[in-house]
């Protein structure tokens, strides 16, 4: 057997031969030493391995249904899941479709009615055809008199929405102002349709029991005429008046309208009798949010109507 430090063939023959005579660098490594040298040294990782070779066998994977620290981390991961889920769940079911949570609840609507009082009922010349000779005579029938502005986006809606405000105002008109099932009092679901939820009480008290006291009169949301005394003379409403809009915050559009109605009625006691003209002029204020906006709703901030000829001391909250 070789020596440590011998070549695999054995010493040589001579070692003390060498050029300097010194054993310790006297051997000659040839071909065969070379190639024999990786078989007889370990590697740096194969040194290391047998240097940490555990002393006793593994230890056996856990038996089944044993909790180990990889599955205890899912379990972890998992609840973190289903906490933040919940809590998205709870954040966006706080308030129903259709309100803002943020936003402040609408106000109570603010209305006023001044009766006007003529010297004489305003009868027209010819009794088929009541608009001639008056100012309604320049008005466009019906809906035609509501005409909307010119729309453009503003500092925080665009002008879709601001589309969607003014249309809006037009169908709540064009419902409290001109459908004869409103005005006979056989109907008022299409202008409370049009109402944000958070009104609708103060609406169905106007409208159940009315009162003058600047809340609570039913023609402070819509036009109706008292069936006992008035009936419409025909099918013509003359309208004239203007819409005009302006953004009151970063998510409130707000609308102002002012228009002239007039109607032809005739006493409900005598149909037959030639018509007379009732004037009504409304000024709305109309609020939409962007929830209002999507569901074609509107706060209605204050409301002042003037309308004649009415008895100066009869009470107009339910009806003119």
Same mark, same amino acid.
């Given at each position: ?38 078989? %007889? ?59 803002? %949570? ?24 010819? @009794? ?46 064009? /419902? ?63 309208? %004239? ?25 005739? @006493? ?37 109507? %003037? ?11 339910? /009806?003119?």
């Amino acid at each position: 057997m070789n020596r440590p430090g011998q070549p695999p063939d054995g010493p040589p023959d001579n070692p003390g031969d060498g050029p300097s005579g010194d054993d310790d660098y006297g051997y000659v490594f040839d071909d065969s030493f070379v190639r024999a040298a990786p078989i %007889q040294e370990f590697s740096a990782s194969e040194r290391t391995a047998t240097e940490h070779a555990p002393a006793v066998r593994d230890r056996p994977p856990p038996a089944a249904g044993r909790t180990g620290p990889r599955l205890t981390r899912q379990v972890l991961i998992l609840a973190a899941l289903l906490t933040v889920a919940f809590l998205v769940a709870v954040y966006l079911g706080v308030s129903p479709p259709g309100q803002t %949570q943020a936003g402040p609840p609408p106000r109570p609507a603010r209305m006023s009615l001044v009766p006007l009082v003529p010297p004489q009922a305003v009868r027209p010349t010819d @009794p088929d055809r009541p608009f001639d000779a008056t100012p309604a005579a320049q008005y466009a029938t019906g809906a035609a008199g509501i005409n909307l502005p010119g729309a453009h986006a503003t500092a925080h809606f665009d002008e879709a929405q601001v589309i969607a405000a003014l249309s809006t105002a037009k169908e709540y008109l064009v /419902h409290s102002s001109l459908s004869p099932e409103v005005l006979a009092g056989r109907e008022e679901r299409s202008v409370r349709l049009l109402v944000d939820p958070a009104q609708a009480d103060q609406f169905d008290a106007a409208l159940r029991r009315p009162a003058a006291d600047g809340l609570h009169a039913a023609t402070g949301w819509l036009v109706r005429l008292d069936p006992r005394h008035a009936v419409l003379a025909g099918p013509d409403i003359r309208v %004239q008046g203007v819409l005009e809009y302006t953004e009151t915050g970063p998510g409130t559009l707000e609308v102002t309208t002012d228009h002239t109605f007039v109607y032809a009625v005739r @006493p409900a006691a005598d149909p037959g009798s030639d018509p007379s003209l009732l004037v009504v002029r409304r000024a709305l204020r109309l609020s939409f949010d962007r929830d209002a906006l999507r569901a074609r709703q509107l706060e209605l901030l204050s409301s002042r109507t %003037q309308a004649g000829p009415l008895p100066c001391g009869e009470p107009a909250a339910a /009806h003119l």
